[in-house]
């Protein structure tokens, strides 16, 4: 009877084991939210040192040597939004993680609040400058991209409204849900670049795209994946974290398994685009 006992004490019932799915699941959510924001940091610090310092030095004509159009002589609403795109770019970056610590939400709301006011003002004006430089200053890429980069760009917007609306309406679940995904589309040029290096690295080059004109099917379906992909992932693991310990672990798995090809992505893009042209490390 004893040995019975014993055995039936060591063996978790469906609520521990759910407790347990659900504590994976967390794991792999601070696992993910740490990697991207460790590599956003580097991507932070290579706009400030790269374009801060040509900014900085008076020579505008650097950014040309990573921008396929870059600073246009004689166009100052262009070379004015590319500026503001460039500028805001960063502080979004910076601010965008902020919001989502919950200890900080909690612990400082005036921050929260007036940071995310900020968060989303910059976040629109940033998608407005990106989407007129696509259609303005002949970006590279075809109209295909043209159109998934305009897609974010409305997309942030989107979600840039419905985070504020529900916010203001004190509809706090649903506020939190449509910052994630403000967080995730404001994310989206970044996520591309990412991706693109994981794909280069996966494939040992250029797969899908000629690198010159930098079009193909590849390109394609990656600068519409930029703020699609995110999203479909985002729904995914909301309705796990809703749901059982079964889905949970394999929303904590799948999720584990993304953030490693995230930081491959990220190593790859740091040691190709960043880190080369962030002048102040030792």
Not at 191 to 208: A, D, K, S, T
Not at 250 to 271: D, E
């Amino acid at each position: 009877m004893s040995d019975t006992l014993m055995f039936k004490g060591t063996m978790p019932d469906g609520r521990s084991v759910r407790v347990r799915a659900g504590q994976a699941l967390k794991a792999a959510a601070a696992f993910w939210f740490a990697v991207m924001v460790a590599g956003q940091a580097i991507f932070v610090a290579y706009i400030a040192s790269f374009y801060g310092g040509a900014v900085a030095a008076g020579d505008w004509m650097r950014f040309n040597k990573v921008l396929p159009v870059g600073y246009v002589p004689g166009d100052r609403v262009g070379n004015a939004a590319l500026a503001a795109h460039l500028a805001i770019a960063a502080l979004v970056t910076l601010a965008g993680p902020l919001q989502l610590i919950p200890a900080l939400r909690a612990r400082f709301p005036a921050f929260h609040r007036w940071n995310g006011r900020v968060y989303v003002t910059v976040a629109v004006v940033t998608a407005i400058a990106g989407a007129y430089m696509v259609w303005t200053r002949n970006a590279a890429g075809d109209m295909t991209q043209h159109w998934g980069t305009t897609l974010d760009a409305v997309l942030i917007m989107l979600c840039a409204v419905l985070a504020v609306r529900h916010a203001r309406a004190r509809r706090l679940d649903l506020h939190r849900r449509w910052a994630l995904r403000l967080f995730l589309v404001v994310s989206g040029s970044w996520f591309f670049r990412v991706g693109l290096l994981f794909w280069l690295l996966v494939n040992g080059g250029p797969v899908g795209f000629d690198p010159k004109t930098f079009t193909g099917p590849a390109l394609n379906l990656l600068v519409f994946g930029e703020s699609l992909l995110p999203l479909t992932l985002l729904e995914l693991y909301l309705r796990a974290r809703a749901g059982g310990g079964a889905r949970k672990l394999a929303a904590a798995a799948g999720l584990t398994l993304l953030t490693l090809a995230m930081g491959v992505g990220i190593v790859g893009a740091s040691m190709a685009m960043w880190l080369p042209h962030i002048s102040f490390l030792p």
